[in-house]
């Protein structure tokens, strides 16, 4: 009898491209991809923070409770994690860490299932999921990191820069299904792309425009040290061709030059507002995200005040918040011995303060839509004639269109701001 499998990924979309690679590995390998009654459970983690460790130790224990036969793999940054700690979860039949996260599929065929899967097959195999299901793919194009911020565990637990070829990248994009619309490129640091293959980020940029025809190009996290002057000339002369979406993750962590120095971000505030500014003036309703980490050490109320009004003036749309937590063999978690941490309260404090401001500038760029016009991926049917989109700079909106359009990119109107969210109309 076929064996099926479900997956499920935690945290970035690195660990999402690396879940939709090893799907596609063993459906090939003749297992069936089945959400409702999978014989293999496959978790692929995330320990960016203890709340995402404990999130994939949750899942764990609700797998075991509701399918005591499933065999359950987990791999990432936390099975890495445990691995090295000597962590154990008797729930789990095999942890497996980032570095021979590539072999899963092999491993899962010789040691996990016992049996031979019935059909092999050489063709592409798609398993469905929110990505696939409307024309996108994501593409792992780097992993590892050698910044070693004091505050981040990734590089122990992901090792030094490890980049995939220009060639196989697009190599990559040019045998996809040919109805894909999107394809989304990611990195655990981008700007270490080609550290180990002498290969550039902004090369590969516009290789990927002169040499694919994907409709839209867009980025996972793009980190600080990538906004050079060669990659600000390089995006002006991509820009006229319309592929690349208006979207910019950047994380920033903090926006007071005490905080990023203890950060060890190499880089102040005043030169992120510079970039961010080049980068905003360059296309209009360009969206830029961050991340903010409240309550690092040393933190005082006077150098939150900074952050919060670094976030109150620059062109920020959205960010993700966190409360800093120490993790085991950072700098940080060494540092912490001799430097004051903010209380919980005092953290929770000011999370929630940015929260609102959050709320507030990402409702006014929000607003600043209507009357206007962009070009906009369909994703999914909605309800009374409405389909779910992407705009071409990655703001999601409900767009009223004639028959079923999902996978298609088309040209809407924003008519309206309503109930959060944006509405509109083919143009």
Known sequence: MQKTFYSHSFGCRVNQA????????????????????????IINSCAVTHKAEREARQLVYQIRRSYPDIKIVVTGCAATNWLKRGVDVPEIDYLV?????????ELITKQVDTQEPQQHTSQPVVVPDKYTKSGRIIIKIQDG????CSFCIVPYLRGLPKSRSTEAIIQHINEADPSTKEV?????????????????????????????????????SI????FRDEFFEAYAKLIPA????????????????????????GYTREEFLQK?????????????????????????????????????RAPISKFHIFRFSKRQHTAAFHMAKRLMEPTPDAKLKRAKALAELNKRKYNTFLESHVGNRFSALILEKGEDGYQHALLSNQMAAIIKVGGDKVGEIVDVSVEEYKEGKLVGSVA
Request: net charge negative; glycine share 4%; proline share 4%.
């Open 18 to 41: 690396e879940k939709e690679a090893l799907d596609k590995q063993l459906s090939s390998l003749g297992y069936r991809f089945d959400p409702q009654n999978p014989d293999i459970y």
């Open 97 to 105: 860490d980032n570095q021979n996260k590539e072999y899963i599929a």
């Open 145 to 148: 990191c050698n910044r070693f």
């Open 184 to 220: 989304i490129l990611t990195a655990i640091n981008t700007e270490a792309f080609g550290y180990d293959s002498k290969e550039s980020f902004v090369n590969l940029l516009t290789q990927v425009v002169e040499q694919t025809t994907v409709p839209r190009i867009s980025f996972g």
């Open 223 to 226: 980190h600080p040290w990538s």
């Open 242 to 265: 319309r592929r690349l979406v208006n979207f910019f993750h950047i994380p920033l962590q903090s926006g007071c030059n005490k905080i990023l120095t203890l950060m060890k971000r």
């Open 276 to 312: 961010l500014d080049r980068l905003n003036a360059m296309e209009p309703f360009t969206f830029i995200g961050t991340d903010i980490i409240v309550g690092y050490l040393e933190e005082t109320d006077k150098d939150f005040e900074d952050t919060y009004d670094f976030l109150s």
